[in-house]
């Protein structure tokens, strides 16, 4: 008998809830894997795939988001081996977990928390609600934790993500849950490669709405991302060097929040 | 007439697997940087900008005329567009916009999409049309007498309605959707053609297998070779479901593969199209910009 062939795993990129290779055809190696190595014009597919899922995320309700988040929690659970082959310590697999339970939590209260009833001078009801940013563009740390840290309160609002990531093997079994997830396809999508060559797209395409620079360690790079990000007024998000393993806060989720305010005549 | 009947089923047939592979083929070229700029430009002038639903109003059609004239108002090296094609009530109000822009008007007639009505509805429909200040009408064939086998009253109504038309440009819809096979496309190009054509064009958009790239060669192949046997140039115009630049440019490779330069020009191929114009538009504000351009920076419409 021949010694059986080991069957190896290719990381491809995740848009539109499929797994295609990069147009490209460019693969790279990290850590002894073959992942895709995403360009521009992958960035651009993907920017397509999550303006075209936003309109029906954004519409779910509050409560189903919330669902669909706690889903991916049960599903990382479950591939919780997997992550441990990848080198992520069992206690980051419980705080990703965690996380996602967390957030999938606020669904259904970050309303009641930054909305309110104000007060006006005249017969009115004057109320204020958030609602999603749009489309945003992620470059995300390489951790579990980061990654599920800037994913996570992103989507649970009603915004959809293409994220960047230089960890393919991490961010590629994530999508392989998120893809089992009840999440709807297009609403999250992950580009592996380099954030310095696909970054700078996504920072000017008109149709981004926002862009979160947690990943970025270069700083001189983050500053140009800015800087063609406010071509197109988007929301950016730099927190610089930050610990994953603290409270969060409301930051990552009010970042990419618009504030709505409504006008309602009463006392007739 | 024996003559129609004989010259049509005369023709070859169309060689289904080989017409598919050749379309398929001449679609995977990779147009870029300078050629991509022309190819754009170009298509952006052939492009007969299209509404035809029942919520037109004379606001919308006022609007999509004023964006025929000036797609990218912000950009005054963008071209115009071939022409706005509306429904037989709306040209008045597309031509007061149109007037002395250089822009053609083409209104439907001839109870499209089913033209299923009698002639003189039709030949009423299409006089209309034209008193209107349409200068291009897109008439619809009988589908149903084709498939009958009743090639002369098809061809009766082609001739009826072309001198209707008085002096402007006729554009015979052959409906390839519904007409089954790509025989039929190429016997119903060259009755077409045979009985006066200006155009043909490949859909009404109203049923579900609008233009493709096969029957658009199909066709681009009848025009050929009816000029090489009558010495008269046919235009072709694919219309219905051609929605990206992608696609735009696919069709651009296939005049210049079939037919070449003759029929390179908005006088001889025409796009009818709503949506594809805003996608051209953005590309080429990619190539004028630098970055990638969002659909919330061009009008609906």
């Known amino acids: 008998m021949p010694e059986r062939l080991h069957v190896r795993k290719t990381y491809k990129l995740y848009v539109g809830g499929a797994f295609p290779r990069s147009e490209s055809g460019r693969t790279y190696l990290v850590d002894g894997d073959n992942a895709a190595l995403a360009s521009r014009k992958d960035a651009r597919d993907a920017v397509v795939a999550a303006r075209k899922a936003q309109p029906k995320w954004a519409a779910a309700t509050a409560y189903n988001r919330g669902q669909v988040v706690y889903r991916i929690a049960e599903m990382v659970e479950a591939r919780r081996a997997e992550f441990k082959s990848l080198g992520v310590p069992g ?36 109320l204020t609600a958030p609602e999603p940013t749009g489309v945003v563009g992620v470059v995300a740390p390489a951790s579990l934790l980061g990654l599920v840290s800037v994913v996570a309160p992103a989507i649970v609002t009603g915004n959809t993500v293409v994220v960047l990531t230089a960890a393919p093997q991490v961010a590629i079994t994530l999508a392989e849950v998120l893809a089992t997830s009840d999440v709807p396809g297009g609403v999250v999508n992950v580009l592996t490669g380099h954030a310095a060559e696909t970054a700078p797209w996504l920072a000017s395409h008109d149709d981004v709405n926002g862009l979160d620079l947690t990943g970025i360690e270069d700083a001189e790079l ?7 990000a406010a071509g197109t007024l988007k929301r950016v998000r730099r927190p610089g060097v930050t610990d994953f393993t603290a409270d969060p806060g409301l930051a990552p989720m009010t970042a990419f929040l618009e504030t709505k305010t409504v006008w309602h005549p009463k006392g007739f | 007439m024996s003559d129609l009947r004989s010259l049509l089923h005369g023709l070859p047939g169309v ?51 004023a964006k025929a004239v000036r797609p990218d108002p912000a950009d005054p090296t963008c071209p115009s567009v071939a022409a706005v094609c509306v429904y037989p009530a709306m040209v008045p109000v597309a031509a007061s916009v149109l007037r002395d822009t250089g822009v ?45 086998g009743d090639y002369t009253k098809v061809f009766d109504e082609i001739v009826a309605v072309k001198e209707a038309c008085g002096d402007a440009h006729l554009k015979v819809i052959l409906e390839t959707g519904e007409l089954g096979t790509y025989d039929n496309v190429r016997r119903a190009s060259w009755l077409a053609m045979t009985a006066g054509a200006d155009f043909i064009k490949t859909s009404t958009g109203k049923v579900p297998v609008a233009a493709t790239l096969p029957v658009t060669l199909i066709m681009l192949e009848a025009v050929r070779d009816f000029r090489a046997r009558t010495g008269r140039q046919v235009g072709v115009k694919p219309a219905g479901g051609i929605r990206t630049t992608k696609d735009a440019v696919k069709y651009l490779v296939l005049i210049n593969e079939t037919v070449g330069d003759d029929w390179l020009s908005p006088d001889w191929f025409r796009f009818g199209a709503s949506s594809l114009l805003n996608d051209l538009l953005m590309q080429r504000t990619k190539l004028t910009t630098g970055h990638y351009a969002g659909p919330d920076y061009f009008t609906l419409d």
């Open chain 1, 91 to 126: 206690k980051e697999v419980d705080a990703a977990v965690d996380r996602l339970v967390w957030y999938a939590g606020w669904s259904d209260k970050i309303a009641q928390v930054i909305g309110n009833a104000n007060p006006v001078a005249g017969p009115y009801f004057n």
């Open chain 2, 15 to 65: 060689d289904k697997v080989g017409v598919e592979a050749r379309a398929a083929a001449l679609g995977t070229r990779s147009v870029k940087t300078s050629a991509k700029a022309q190819a754009i430009d170009l298509a952006i002038r052939m492009v007969d900008l299209t509404t035809l639903e029942g919520a037109d109003t004379p606001g919308k059609v006022r609007a999509l005329s």
């Open chain 1, 222 to 228: 983050a500053t140009e991302l800015e800087r063609a």
């Open chain 2, 104 to 148: 053609h008007l083409a209104s439907v007639a001839t109870a499209f999409p089913s033209g299923q009505a009698p002639l003189d509805v039709k030949l009423a429909d299409t006089r209309d049309a034209v008193a209107g200040g349409a200068d291009e009408i897109d008439m619809v064939i009988s589908r149903g007498a084709f498939l009958a």
